[in-house]
């Protein structure tokens, strides 16, 4: 080993205990030998291995023992005596080794200590106090002659030990020993290579660690990407199941009309010899009403199937939207004698369109606007084409209106406002209404106008009007 100079408190890193077998006895062996004392605080085995070593080497241990010059703690019952929980108490630490040491530097002996205390607080993972018992051991070495000798093993420091307490521990000594397999280098060549490769496996090891934290951040990512898929999945199945029972009854309650009528019908045809024509027309009429609806809202179902599965597409052809409006309102106004629907059109609006496609979301703002404004009154369709170009197509009712923080969602996929009073559909109407007008480039939305109701807006792009 390496010479100890007077007053200097080292560091010793190992691995193998064997090795700072050798070298702690070579350190006390040479202060015994040369008649002065020294201090063994180590763990029991430890300073029994390090008795047969100094007997090995030529030494009378219970000699030196009787003449007060070598000096065994044990160093657990040591802790045990200067520890005050996980702290080290201070006023115990300096009484204790105080007059260990001027006992055994009686007589101007030079004095040599190997200590362990410390490394076995940083094995139980209190770097804490083993760095304030480095300290105390400072404090001693001021108003005291002595070498101190402490090791670690490379183990003790943790799996982030040499870059979290290795500075700290290397900074309370006055000389740093590095590891066997450093110290065992002889030539400066060896050691100047055993430093790159040192250096070489600490860039490997960063790198490493670097990609580990990367692959740690992937996997927190994927994880919670995963969670959110599957929160996504069970949100959807819980709207499908909830929608399936909304929707069977919803296609039962027209079935139910519808079958109500036409048993009436029945029975007066069997029963009746002169049929009366009015009261049957009447009858039948009401049977197709229902049967228009349940085909809607089968419709609706085929129709967002498509969607799901992207084959809902629209062809553009040229067409006159004004007709096609009139047409339409002359169509729904029969359904409602409680309210005036309105047209306000210019004769002729040529546009590009897909009139069929155009048609159903003309006639689902118009059942919506009849549906929801269940006291009657006038409904307004207007069409206009606006400074910036765009066509604008609008429907105002005046009926119970759209809360104003759910003018959004009204156009999701089954989203239906609660108030079960007004529930008549699938909720599927603006949502589909919504993907045609997007196929056409255009845009559709609900505003709250003054004076109630609620006003559902259709903006299309490249009209091209006709203002004869
Ligand atoms: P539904 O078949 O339920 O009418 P829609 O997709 O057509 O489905 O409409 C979704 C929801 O938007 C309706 O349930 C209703 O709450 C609300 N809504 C639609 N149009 C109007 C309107 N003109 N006035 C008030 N609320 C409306």
Known sequence: MTAVRENEHLVQFYE??????????????NTLSKGGSAIALARSTFLAGLEARLTEAGLDVEDAQRAGRYTTLDAHDVLKLIMDGRQADAGRFLTLFSGVIDDA?????????FGELVSLLAEDDNHEAALHIEQLWNDLLVTRTFTLYCAYTLESLGPNGMTKHSHDICGAHTRVVPAESYSAQLTEDDRTQAIVELQAQAAQLKLEIEARQELEKQ???????????????ETAL??????????????????????????????RLRRDETIDREAMTEALGLVSAQADTLTMLVNQLLDTSRLDQGKLEVHREPADLATLVRQVVERRQPATDKHTITVNAPARFDVQIDSLRMEQVLTNLLDNAIKYSPDGGPIDVTLTMRPDGCTELAVRDRGIGVPPDLCERIFDRFFQVNGKQ???????????????????????????????????????????????
Not at 16 to 29: C, I, Q, R, T
Not at 219 to 233: D, F, G, I, P, T
Not at 238 to 259: G, K, M
Request: aromatic share 6%.
């Open 238 to 267: 819980h709207q499908r199941d909830e929608f399936l029972s909304i929707a069977a009854h919803d296609l039962r309650t027209p079935l139910t009309v519808l079958y109500g009528h036409l048993q009436l019908v029945l029975r």
């Open 105 to 113: 530097a009686l007589a101007g002996r030079p004095v040599s200590i």
């Open 422 to 468: 007004y529930r008549s559909g699938l909720g599927l109407g603006l949502y589909i209404s919504r993907q045609i007008i997007e196929q056409h480039g255009g845009h559709i939305y609900a505003e709250l106008p003054e004076g109630g109701g609620s006003r559902f807006v259709i903006l299309l792009p490249d009209a091209v009007p006709d203002d004869d």
């Open 16 to 29: 193998d205990e064997a090795f700072l077998l050798d070298n702690v006895s070579e350190f006390l062996g």
């Open 219 to 233: 996997l927190v990512a994927a994880l919670a990407a995963e969670q959110q898929a599957r929160q996504q999945a």
